[in-house]
């Protein structure tokens, strides 16, 4: 499938720590997103990486991909409790394939 | 303002009814989604539309009808509701039909539970 793939699919870490997501894809991609989703919401977009792009930065997110072992990962730094939500990766194909997600509790 | 509203939040109902979930946006999107997203969170995509016409259908029962009287609403019809059904349901837009570098807005999901 051409779906993303999370890992872990569970991380809890204190607050100020930081926490390092990734994602594994199968096939080609022009770019891969990231977004987050809180309980009971929908997703939120947090950051695109192009397909000729390494590392990406916003804020606390720094984003890595690295098109050769078809990975990504969402490294989010001094943690806080408020971004206890579910991160999930989606690449591009001829639509969004997103993952199950990994589910982030950072603990105060 | 809501970018992406759908109702309604929560929908509770017995198994072989009808039902339908709307949805509209206000970020002046060519291209809407409808997610389906199960109790493991894996969220797949049921059907995209671009300026009301549709562009992706998933394999999806024909049970499921969407329907797009504008470019800025696309609504989900369900008949025949079966348990399998149960899930949350999300809608989502996002600019530029076939380009997708472009971020997916979605709503806060319509929680369908069949009994």
């Known amino acids: 499938s051409q779906q993303g793939e999370e890992d872990p699919q569970a991380l809890s870490i204190q607050e100020g720590e930081n926490a390092t997501m990734n994602c594994s894809y199968k096939t080609s991609i022009n770019n891969l997103q990231w977004y987050r989703q809180n309980s009971g919401r929908g997703l939120v977009h947090l950051i695109l990486i192009r397909s000729n792009e390494r590392e990406k930065h916003s804020g606390r997110l720094r984003v890595t991909l690295d098109t050769s072992k078809k990975s990504s990962s969402l490294l989010i730094t001094a943690s806080r409790a408020a971004d206890t939500a579910s991160y999930f990766c989606a690449t591009d194909g001829n639509q969004f394939y997103f993952g199950t997600g990994t589910s982030l509790t950072v603990i105060p | 303002d809501t970018a992406v509203s759908q109702t309604p939040k929560y929908l509770v109902t017995q198994m072989g009814n009808d039902k339908s979930i709307k949805c509209e946006q206000n970020?002046?999107?060519?291209?809407m989604y409808w997610y389906k997203q199960d109790s493991k969170k894996f969220l797949k995509i049921m059907f995209s539309y671009n300026n009301k016409e549709l562009i992706i259908n998933e394999t999806v029962p024909n049970r499921f009808s969407p329907k797009s009287p504008d470019k800025a609403h696309l609504n989900l019809h369900i008949n025949s509701l079966e348990l399998g059904d149960s899930a949350v349901y999300f809608c989502?837009?996002?600019?530029?039909?076939?380009?997708?570098?472009?971020?997916?807005?979605f709503g806060n999901g319509t929680r369908l539970t069949v009994t």
């Open positions: 989502a837009s996002s600019t530029g039909g076939s380009s997708y570098n472009s971020p997916l807005h």
């Open positions: 970020l002046g999107h060519d291209t």
